[in-house]
């Protein structure tokens, strides 16, 4: 069974307000990822860590930032949210690639909306 | 450019019925391709993989068809039962991404079962 865990589930913020998105997990997993994803559209990689303290940018940018200080925390900051944050933002991990390929696990999102 | 496509936003089937969901792509150094099921206020959650040297894979009401030829590949759900209604997003990794274990989603079909 699969566990990886996000909070807050929905959030409604004002434009300027700093925020942090949180997300854990409890396989392991050396890899985590941030997505975001808009109704219809693809997920796009925001944020990625492949160990401890590695920390990369993914193929969509974004003004977040994101820490891995320990194996099961990913947070995702937003200093000064604007409305144009507004989404969908997905956690996944995965570890090793297995019979399934690199499978990876998702939370179960936060929808953030900035007013 | 879009590397994983779906070109079909929506599809509506009668229960009981075929579902067939696609996805082409353009990359041949993909060396997996996966499917996963999204509902919403949920994460996505892994359906069913297939790897680049197989032409098909199956389990239960699914399978996955692979033409590498033609770099496409189709989801068959039979039969189709209300309870698969969701998004299926089509999903591909690159050979040689194993340090990342970086995914590449498509934009995702909206599947709706009626009764």
């Known amino acids: 069974e699969a566990d990886i865990y996000q909070t807050p589930r929905y959030l409604v913020i004002g434009t300027g307000k700093k925020i942090t998105l949180e997300c854990s997990q409890t396989?392991?997993?050396?890899?985590m990822y941030w997505y975001q994803q808009d109704p219809g559209m693809e997920l796009h990689l925001i944020h990625y860590?492949?160990?401890?303290?590695?920390?990369e940018k993914g193929d969509l940018s974004s003004e977040s930032t994101v820490s891995r200080i320990r194996t099961e925390h990913f947070p995702l900051t937003l200093e000064s949210a604007r409305p144009s944050h507004t989404s969908q933002y997905l956690c996944?991990?995965?570890?090793?690639?297995?019979?399934?390929?690199?499978?990876?696990?998702f939370g179960p999102g936060t929808r953030l909306t900035v007013t | 450019d879009q590397q994983v496509k779906q070109n079909s936003p929506s599809l509506s089937v009668q229960e009981g019925r075929i579902s067939i969901l696609n996805c082409d792509y353009t990359?041949?150094?993909?060396?997996?391709f996966l499917w996963y099921k999204k509902y919403p206020a949920e994460g996505p959650t892994f359906l069913i993989s297939i790897s680049s040297i197989k032409d098909k894979n199956e389990d239960g009401r699914f399978t996955v068809f692979l033409n590498k030829s033609a770099k496409h590949l189709s989801l068959h759900i039979v039969p189709s039962q209300p309870g698969d209604s969701a998004v299926y997003f089509c999903a591909a990794s690159v050979l040689g991404s194993s340090n990342t274990g970086k995914l590449i989603f498509g934009q995702g079909t909206t599947l709706q079962v009626k009764p």
């Open positions: 990359n041949s150094m993909f060396d997996y």
């Open positions: 396989m392991g997993h050396d890899k």
């Open positions: 996944a991990s995965s570890g090793r690639a297995g019979d399934r390929g690199y499978e990876q696990y």
């Open positions: 860590s492949y160990g401890v303290n590695s920390t």
